[in-house]
């Protein structure tokens, strides 16, 4: 090995508790190191950077940011051997920091890109502090694996108050649990008892295979009985499964013993014979989704550019869909596929910490094909087992940096749970919107359209025209259920619904709606006809679908399947304006300078609902901005038919007065503050009433 100049020169930093290592990965494309060429993480900044045989981007760092010295990481899978220790028996659903050598073995050695740009091998045995340095990389935690702790660490669980609360009925032996069943279906796994009535309900489908209809979930919401038991993880220690649906939580009961005499269950008989939901949790890490069918047949692997699958990184489904979705679009390709190449030279920020960066690594990783290779398969194996090795080939690449950036500080993002997949869309194309606006090369504007909103008086045939831009369009999809088909006595009937098209739901929401109305023009309360039109079309619409109806302020969700054609002609929505002959109604109101400040987080709640923001901050402004999103979604629910529900916010004032300069009476400041006006607009107020 060559001796280095550099060895002495630079500056070299050993990694403390709090330092940020990405030795994982490179942070400006896929290659890690379980490639034959591993990754050069730098010795001064522990950035990952892929070699030679890549994009070369550890010498793109090191010029950049003139650290010249790195170390070399590969992983190499050790054998596993015969005989293992047994677990340890989980008690906290938890991932820990332990190191890595116990599952590969770790090649390490130092290159410096002073001397040479492919990274020449330097000799570092007479420098201790370089020795150091290797050492303390080798043995820090990764920073995938300190997000993946961070996100995944939960307390221990605790007994609620829905728990110690509970009331039982009178003693309701159960049949024996071979033949035991679900009470609305023939499943005789992944059971879960109510403990307050005995009834039996499966629980909800699990990746992996366990089968479950929620049932156990439709009795709490029709009989309001909160806590559950899953038989098969019940133990003669006392423990097992309970599930709080009033608190949407794991807990503890412990008079569990007690609880299940009441069903004839002696607790100390019990044997664990399913799998807890821990176990699950922690199994479907290392899931691969997306490789069988319904049915468990293993699905063909497609290999090469735009067939690169994204790996699980913990309940990222709704991540994965949204990513595959928008880079399917020729718009965000074009941007993030060009400055993979351009933006890494002009860039300041670290590459981790950087949404350009990170959003050009993921275009590259997705639409390349580099991280999609076929594997060589030799000519003398079976059918089952090459489609074996193709699959297992098909590993997809692991956007963590970009959920960790995208996630940060987010209440729900930046956790490890299942999230709902539109709301991480609106997450983030707000924050592209944020990222990219100073750029000016917002890909975000290919969904950015505006609706026309036409209300028309059918007394004076008067009407009026309003605009409001778009990002989102809410869609009320038809309702019709099928014929009951005919079942056995005591069987239970279950609702179908027709399937409606795309066409049809735009039509429900866009088209005319009778109203009742109090014209301008008439002085008197009459009806009105009121429509939307799109006066400007976006590249890209995105519809949310809303199949939820309220029922007593409880939403209910019908099972409507939506038929979308390949090809859809929206141009009988187009609007033009002001028509020859129309006339508009007078305008009635004076509006303030701007908006009061609304409540962020319950207005984020209501949209999250799928009410437009408009209509929520009308609802914030009605209810006092009092930080209720219970009481502002009953009052959208009750004005949801109002004409003028979504006409931009005005905030009535009458006519000046020759008041005096004076501020006003602060009483009456602080109750408009608390409404949301800021004090300049209250006193503005205030003065000119």
């Avoid at 609880?259 to 002696?266: A, E, Q, R, T, V």
């Avoid at 869309?425 to 505006?450: C, M, S, W």
């Avoid at 002001?578 to 300078?593: F, R, S, V």
């Amino acid at each position: 090995m060559a001796q280095c100049p550099h060895v002495s020169s630079s500056n070299v930093a050993t990694p403390t508790h709090n330092s940020q290592v990405f030795k994982d990965e490179c942070t400006l494309c896929f290659a890690n190191n379980l490639n034959p060429h591993g990754v050069d993480v730098c010795l001064s900044c522990f950035n990952g950077g892929c070699s030679r045989f890549h994009h070369n981007h550890a010498f793109s760092h090191s010029s950049k940011y003139s650290h010249p010295l790195v170390v070399n990481l590969r992983l190499l899978l050790k054998q596993k051997l015969e005989v293992e220790e047994s677990p340890k028996k989980l008690s906290k659903l938890a991932i820990s920091g332990e190191s890595e050598d116990e599952k590969y073995e770790i090649l390490s050695s130092v290159k410096c890109y002073a001397c040479d740009s492919n990274g020449l091998e330097i000799d570092f045995s007479f420098a201790p502090r370089i020795r150091d340095a290797v050492d303390g990389v080798i043995a820090a935690v990764s920073a995938r694996k300190r997000s993946d702790i961070q996100n995944w660490e939960v307390g221990e669980l605790t007994v609620c108050d829905h728990v110690t609360g509970l009331e039982q009925g009178h003693v309701n032996p159960l049949e024996p649990q071979s033949i035991s069943h679900c009470s609305e279906c023939d499943l005789k796994e992944n059971l879960w008892l109510c403990l307050t009535c005995g009834n039996l309900g499966c629980g909800r489908q699990q990746m992996g295979g366990l089968a479950g209809n929620g049932h156990g979930l439709s009795h709490f919401l029709n009989s309001a009985h909160p806590i559950s038991c899953k038989l098969g993880t019940i133990t003669p220690e006392g423990t097992a499964d309970i599930y709080c649906y009033a608190c949407d939580y794991e807990r503890i009961d412990p008079n569990l013993a007690g609880h299940l005499k009441n069903f004839g269950i002696n607790i100390a008989s019990q044997q664990k014979t399913e799998r807890t939901i821990t176990e699950l949790n922690l199994e479907f890490q290392n899931f691969q989704f997306g490789m069988t069918s319904e049915d468990g047949k293993l699905l063909e692997p497609l290999f090469g550019p735009g067939y690169t699958g994204l790996a699980n990184l913990g309940n990222s489904c709704y991540m994965a869909s949204v990513l595959q979705l928008i880079f399917s679009l020729n718009y965000f390709q074009n941007r993030y596929l060009e400055t993979f190449y351009t933006h890494t030279n002009i860039c300041h920020d670290q590459p981790a910490s950087c949404f350009v960066c990170q959003m050009s690594k993921l275009a590259h990783g997705i639409h390349s094909g580099q991280f999609s290779d076929p594997p060589v398969i030799p000519a003398d194996v079976s059918a089952e087992e090459s489609q074996k090795l193709r699959t297992d080939a098909q590993i997809g690449i692991a956007p963590f940096m970009f959920k960790s950036l995208v996630g940060k500080d987010h209440p729900e993002f930046s956790t490890m749970r299942q999230q709902d997949a539109f709301e991480f869309l609106q997450h983030l194309i707000r924050t592209a919107e944020i990222k990219e606006r100073a750029n000016g090369e917002d890909p975000t504007t290919i969904f950015k359209h505006t609706l026309e909103d036409r209300l028309q008086c059918t007394r004076c045939h008067r009407v009026r025209y309003g605009v409001a831009a778009a990002l989102f369009d809410t869609l009320q999809v038809p309702v019709r259920s099928l014929p009951l088909e005919v079942v056995a006595a005591g069987e239970k009937v279950e609702v179908k619904y027709e399937p409606v098209t795309l066409l049809e739901c735009i039509r429900q929401t866009w088209s005319e709606q009778d109203l009742e109305y109090t014209c301008a023009e008439c002085k008197t309360k009459t009806n009105a006809v009121r429509e939307t039109r799109v006066k400007k079309f976006p590249s890209v619409f995105v519809f949310t679908m809303n199949r939820f109806v309220f029922e007593n302020y409880v939403p209910k969700k019908f099972g409507v399947d939506i038929l979308a054609p390949e090809f859809l002609d929206l141009e009988e929505f187009r609007g033009v304006g002001l028509k020859d002959g129309e006339i508009e109604l007078p305008q009635e109101e004076i509006t303030l300078p701007s908006e009061p400040q609304f409540n962020q987080e319950v207005l984020g709640q209501l949209e999250m609902m799928g009410f437009p923001a408009n209509r929520g901050k009308k609802a914030l402004q009605a209810t006092g901005n009092s930080g209720d999103v219970e009481l502002a979604m009953n009052w959208l629910i009750e004005h949801m038919e109002d004409p003028d529900i979504d006409d931009p916010i005005k905030f009535t004032i009458s006519a000046p007065s020759a008041s005096t300069n004076s501020s006003a009476p602060e009483v009456d400041v602080t109750m408009l503050c608390d409404m949301g006006f800021t004090p300049q607009q209250a006193n503005y107020a205030l003065k000119q009433t």
